[in-house]
Every structure is written in structure tokens, then in C-alpha cells.
């Protein structure tokens, strides 16, 4: 049987309740809330927030806070 997350990522009925799902939506909210409390001269760690929070990011990645 296919998880919630499966579900989920093949347009399927899921249930968003699932504590996997709840889970990652925290995690991104609390790497977002991260992102947009660095500094303009942060751009390593800007870029390492959106790498953990997308998988991977272009070399030249341009997203600027709030996010």
C-alpha cells in the first residue's frame, strides 16, 4: 500500500494529517523562517537553506527574503 507521501506526489487523495507529512512541513517552515533571517552577505548559507529546503539549487540562485 502506498504512503500518504505517495499518494500525495501521484495527485491522489492522501491524508495531510500523516505525522510523516506534518513532519516535513515543519522542517521547510523552520528552514523558510531561516532563509529569511539571514543577512544580505549571507549567501552561503542562503544557499545551503535552499539546497536543504529544494534537494538542489542552480550556481546562480536568486531568491531574496521574505520567503
Not at 1 to 9: F, G, I, P, R, V
Not at 18 to 47: S, W, Y
Amino acid at each position: 500500500m502506498a504512503t500518504e507521501k505517495e499518494k500525495m506526489l501521484a495527485g491522489e487523495l492522501y491524508d495531510s494529517t500523516d505525522p510523516q507529512l506534518v513532519a516535513e512541513r515543519r522542517h521547510a517552515r523552520d528552514l523558510t523562517r531561516a532563509f529569511n533571517d539571514t543577512a544580505a552577505g549571507d549567501g552561503p548559507l542562503r544557499k545551503q537553506i535552499l539546497t536543504e529546503l529544494f534537494g538542489s539549487v542552480g550556481r546562480h540562485v536568486g531568491i531574496e527574503p521574505p520567503f
